[in-house]
């Protein structure tokens, strides 16, 4: 069974730009979160997705943006990047509600 | 509001040595906590869960865990370290009414021959 892919593995953006990062779960997984990594920060969490449906939201600004397509495919958008918005983003699917947490391998995004 | 404390930002260890990692959490019920492994520029893979039951679970690649409500903690075990266990090790909590995942800060563990 594939695990998660994330794409693109890595991106480098100008600050101002947009980026969108993709994420596919494993297959009959409904569940999306997505998490940003950064070394001050941690591992944080931005928002989960089910059946389409934002089911959790992190605190994050509104320029972070996602959405889960019928397929259970999900994207993240971030728009007007900055410099801090430099990070590992890490996408994980699970089966469902309360069930371990797989993850991908991550995007590395380094905004200049 | 939940959170995780993992103490011990790096810690080394020789090979063939035992180690222990520490977690503590603050949540009010019985969550759901995990400990997941990262090696560099790598994603997170999941060494072991706690949902319910036993408090003392087996994972992968020989990790163990033990639960101790009592304490609120829940601190990752190894008998004897392998030179390949050198990565960064991330306590986790859930809530358990969402998949959202609470992280500690890590631990880097560092292993000599």
């Known amino acids: 069974k594939a695990g998660v892919t994330q794409t693109p593995r890595y991106l480098i953006k100008t600050r101002g730009q947009q980026v969108t990062l993709s994420c596919s779960p494993i297959?009959?997984?409904?569940?999306v979160s997505w998490y940003q990594q950064t070394p001050g920060q941690g591992l944080q969490f931005l928002f989960e997705?089910?059946?389409?449906?934002?089911?959790n939201k992190g605190n994050f600004p509104g320029r972070f943006s996602g959405r889960q397509f019928s397929n259970s495919r999900s994207e993240m958008n971030v728009s007007t990047l900055e410099l801090g918005d430099s990070a590992l983003y890490l996408c994980?699917?699970?089966?469902?509600?309360?069930?371990?947490?797989?993850f991908g391998q991550g995007t590395r995004l380094t905004v200049v | 509001a939940q959170s995780v404390t993992q103490p011990d930002i790096h810690i080394t260890v020789s090979e063939g040595a035992s180690l222990e990692l520490r977690c503590n959490y603050s949540?009010?019920?019985?969550?759901?906590l995990f400990w997941y492994v990262q090696s560099p520029g790598q994603g997170l893979q999941l060494l072991l869960k706690?949902?319910?039951?036993?408090?003392l679970v087996q994972g992968i690649k020989g990790f163990e865990a033990e639960f101790k409500r009592s304490q609120s903690s829940f601190n990752l075990r190894k008998p004897s370290v392998h030179w390949s266990d050198a990565a960064e090790y991330f306590c986790?909590?859930?809530?358990?009414?969402?998949?959202?995942?609470?992280f500690g800060t890590g631990t880097r563990l560092q292993v000599f021959p």
């Open positions: 994980a699917s699970t089966l469902d509600r309360n069930t371990e947490a797989f």
């Open positions: 949540y009010g019920a019985t969550p759901y």
């Open positions: 986790a909590v859930s809530p358990g009414n969402t998949d959202k995942l609470i």
């Open positions: 297959s009959g997984h409904r569940s």
């Open positions: 706690y949902f319910s039951g036993d408090t």
């Open positions: 997705y089910f059946s389409e449906t934002q089911r």
